[in-house]
């Protein structure tokens, strides 16, 4: 398996507030992602990075924002939780980013925003 | 602009029979597709995944899928279901484009398999 670790696994949170989930990797890939499945809808790409500092927005990106400082690193944020951000998140990573090259998924973080 | 349309949120069989599970995709270039599986719980693991080489494409626990351009789809059968196929299945398309790629996959919504005994 994909060394792709992402914490918290579960989290419950209150509208308004903010909420940092982070993925981390050990494969050193180039490129992760962010991801949100919910039912019916499949998943759909939040924002994604394609190196340090580098990063670039997805179809849903509203209400999100990312950052990587460090290869190993990226960090999700929602700046003032909706209960419309109620999800499973998933983060991914490939190298070299190439269209063809698989994505990796960690296993995932239940968020419930109230 | 790629697109992906799974055939049937729900598919039941029984233990033993054919599994097919129906993938169409929309593309304007030579795309890429990938099938994921996801069990209860967890990530998303590749199934297997179409990049020109084969039309036929073999993955893993039994499953293979094949690519024909002129129906544009690319569906995922298996001879004989076990038990422990029961999941969810993605198919996905990589968005992909002559100008290049950021490597980000488009993904259908998805179809729950169930198998029963």
């Known amino acids: 398996d994909a060394g792709i670790t992402q914490s918290p696994r579960h989290k419950v949170t209150e509208t308004g507030t903010p909420v940092t989930l982070r993925c981390h990797q050990t494969?050193?890939?180039?490129?992760m992602y962010w991801y949100r499945q919910d039912p019916g809808h499949g998943l759909r790409l939040i924002h994604y990075s394609y190196g340090v500092k580098d990063t670039d927005k997805g179809e849903v990106s509203d209400g999100y924002s990312v950052s990587r400082s460090k290869t190993e690193d990226f960090l999700l944020t929602l700046e003032s939780a909706t209960s419309s951000q109620t999800s499973v998140y998933f983060c991914?990573?490939?190298?070299?980013?190439?269209?063809?090259?698989?994505?990796?998924f960690g296993p995932g973080t239940r968020l419930l925003v109230l | 602009a790629q697109s992906v349309t799974q055939l049937g949120s729900h598919v039941s069989v029984s233990e033993g029979a054919l599994v097919l599970l129906r993938c169409n995709y929309s593309s304007s270039v030579p795309p890429y597709l990938f099938w994921y599986v996801q069990y209860p719980n967890q990530g998303l693991q590749l199934l297997l995944k179409?990049?020109?080489?084969?039309?036929l494409v073999k993955g893993i626990n039994g499953f293979e899928a094949e690519f024909k351009k002129s129906e544009t789809s690319f569906h995922l059968t298996k001879p004989s279901a076990h038990m422990s196929d029961a999941a969810e299945y993605f198919c996905a398309v990589s968005a992909m484009n002559y100008g290049g790629s950021q490597g980000n996959l488009i993904f259908g919504k998805g179809t729950k398999l169930s198998v029963k005994p």
């Open positions: 494969e050193n890939h180039r490129y």
């Open positions: 179409y990049t020109s080489a084969a039309t």
């Open positions: 991914a990573i490939s190298e070299p980013g190439l269209a063809e090259e698989t994505q990796y």
